[in-house]
T-cell receptor
Framework: DGGITQSPKYLFRKEGQNVTLSCEQN?????MYWYRQDPGQGLRLIYY???????QKGDIAEGYSVSREKKESFPLTVTSAQKNPTAFYLC????????????FGSGTRLTVV | KNQVEQSPQSLIILEGKNCTLQ??????????LRWYKQDTGRGPVSLTI?????NTKSNGRYTATLDADTKQSSLHITASQLSDSASYIC??????????????FGKGTKLSVIP
């Protein structure tokens, strides 16, 4: 079955560490996205990529980095520069074009300990 | 600034009853409006997508309406089931002042269906 897979489901990070969240899709979608979800808030865009080897900052990119070396993969690194990283992180993918739906992964919950 | 406001914040209904969730937006220019269902600890799942020219769209027991003139949408759930307990998120696609396409997410309505 086609889908989008995020791993791990839960991640714990010590202060000062970088961690990488995985996102893989087999839907042949060109565009991929990373969102952050905090309690009581709408999803906020961190980074997005519309094509391999290219990506753009979203609304809250500070403290995060991404790469898009393959069409299927869009990993997100949460760096030590992100001051409040505890959140639920969602990856999504879509076809190119404004009116295509997004397919979301199941999310990764990151907790700083 | 593009905004999406949803009401109510939370709602409790008895199993088998109907309910309607509201979404008001200020996104302009408008491209599309989406409703998603998000179970706790899971990713959102698409229910409907409507463009400017569509004013109603159904997906099983879910029916979404759109009034692009008043910038309002509603999601009606018929004959609710316990599995409908989730957050329902309204998302509006539009264009920023710089001309780039973007989605604006509402905070969601948390629905609880009780036996």
């Amino acid at each position: 079955d086609g889908g989008i897979t995020q791993s791990p489901k839960y991640l714990f990070r010590k202060e000062g560490q970088n961690v990488t969240l995985s996102c893989e899709q087999n839907l042949n979608h060109d565009a991929m996205y990373w969102y952050r979800q905090d309690p009581g808030q709408g999803l906020r865009l961190i980074y997005y990529s519309q094509i391999v080897n290219d990506f753009q900052k979203g609304d809250i990119a500070e403290g995060y980095s991404v790469s898009r070396e393959k069409k299927e993969s869009f990993p997100l690194t949460v760096t030590s520069a992100q001051k409040n990283p505890t959140a639920f992180y969602l990856c999504a993918s879509s076809r190119q074009g404004a009116n295509y739906g997004y397919t979301f992964g199941s999310g990764t919950r990151l907790t700083v300990v | 600034k593009n905004q999406v406001e949803q009401s109510p914040q939370s709602l409790i209904i008895l199993e088998g009853k109907n309910c309607t969730l509201q979404c008001n937006y200020t996104v302009s220019p408008f491209s599309n409006l989406r409703w998603y269902k998000q179970d706790t600890g899971r990713g959102p799942v698409s229910l409907t997508i409507m463009t400017f020219s569509e004013n109603t769209k159904s997906n099983g027991r879910y029916t979404a309406t759109l009034d692009a003139d008043t910038k309002q949408s509603s999601l009606h759930i018929t004959a609710s089931q316990l599995s409908d307990s989730a957050s329902y998120i309204c998302v509006v696609g539009g264009y920023s002042g710089a001309g780039s396409y973007q989605l604006t997410f509402g905070k969601g309505t948390k629905l609880s269906v009780i036996p």
